[in-house]
């Protein structure tokens, strides 16, 4: 056990999933596997067990809207060639997703190409905004056993989807609360910077946060820079809370982005211990099972939920970039992938 493990919670590193990457197998009869980045995910209708070891998610909260429910599509704007921002209004009788806290995750289902599909989306919208939620789409050209992106993406004010708000999600052992870490360093790539975004926004608004944000992504080109802007605002009006680091791997314009002061190439170690604390009392990340979060902290578990054959995805150890650098998968230096 590192010196880590003994500490108090003060740093939170949050790693989150490329939401596009995050549905692995189509599950089901026969296990079959879909192709491509935009694979869904046979539906299953197995309970969600908080109980299990391991299991990111808490108890829903009282009165809390529960199973699927049609969501309005109310417009949608595009924030890169292939990416848009889709709002659906919530359902008759949902004023907001408050109580079910930051990070929050839904999940949208549909039947494509004869198959039953769901897949999951982080929201881009704070959770306590009124009447609707935002979600960021990546669209993907659909394949046999996939397109749910596509099909959101084609969606228009006044279509419907079938929507379900999952269990509030936990860092670690427990729910977000306003400055449970003195720093938060968020690390998130393509569509994975949704939840980023939405952690970035419920601690921006609230008068009494002091958390450091530290947003570290590593994007393409400049046209994937997804809801930069975003950030880039809280980062000039809480220049003393917020900051940002972008590497491009990929830049149209290679001299302007260095002029910009921007970095060229991917996130490795050096780029990492040159833009965040040293692993110290209490660190935190959010991860996923894609090969970008395999590289920044290390690959997800599966298990089996007792009394069915479906598995899910929980944490595994913490390996990677950030185990180079010495953070740790204790609560006490808390990693978390998403």
Not at 154 to 175: A, E, F, H, N
Request: glycine share 12%; aromatic share 6%; charged share 25%.
């Amino acid at each position: 056990m590192s010196s880590v493990d003994a500490m108090v919670d003060t740093l939170n590193i949050n790693v989150p999933l490329d939401t596009q990457l995050e549905q692995s197998d189509i599950q089901g009869k026969g296990k079959g596997k879909g192709k491509g980045k935009d694979k869904g995910k046979m539906m299953d209708t197995g309970d969600e067990s908080p109980s299990m070891e391991g299991w990111p998610y808490a108890e829903y909260p009282e009165n809390a809207i529960k199973g699927h429910h049609m969501y309005t599509c109310l417009q949608t704007w595009a924030v890169s060639g292939d990416s848009k921002v889709i709002r659906f209004a919530l359902p008759e009788g949902v004023k907001t997703l408050g109580n079910f806290g930051a990070p929050s995750c839904i999940k949208a289902k549909q039947e494509i190409g004869g198959h039953l599909l769901d897949k999951s989306y982080c929201p881009v919208s704070h959770p306590d905004v009124e009447g609707y939620v935002d979600l960021l789409v990546k669209r993907y050209e659909p394949t046999p056993g996939s397109g749910m992106s596509d099909f959101l993406c084609s969606r228009q004010p006044g279509d419907q989807v079938p929507i379900m708000v999952k269990p509030p999600r936990k860092l670690g052992k427990s729910l977000y609360f306003a400055n449970r870490f003195k720093e938060m360093v968020m690390i998130g790539s393509g569509t994975g910077v949704a939840p980023l975004i939405q952690m970035g926004q419920v601690i921006f608004d609230d008068p009494l946060e002091k958390t450091k944000v530290t947003f570290i992504t590593g994007q393409r080109s400049e046209g994937d820079m997804l809801l930069q802007d975003r950030i880039d605002e809280w980062v000039k009006q809480k220049p003393h809370q917020f900051s940002s680091h972008v590497t491009l791997s990929r830049p149209a314009n290679a001299e302007s982005w260095k002029m910009c002061g921007g970095t060229i190439g991917r996130i490795d170690a050096a780029f990492l211990k040159a833009r965040m604390p040293a692993p110290a009392a209490g660190s935190g990340a959010r991860r996923g099972a894609d090969g970008f979060l395999e590289t920044i902290c290390g690959d997800k578990q599966m298990i089996t939920i007792p009394g069915t054959t479906y598995q899910k995805k929980v944490r595994g150890p913490i390996t990677g970039l950030l185990g180079q650098l010495g953070f740790d998968d204790d609560d006490g230096a808390l990693v978390v992938k998403m």
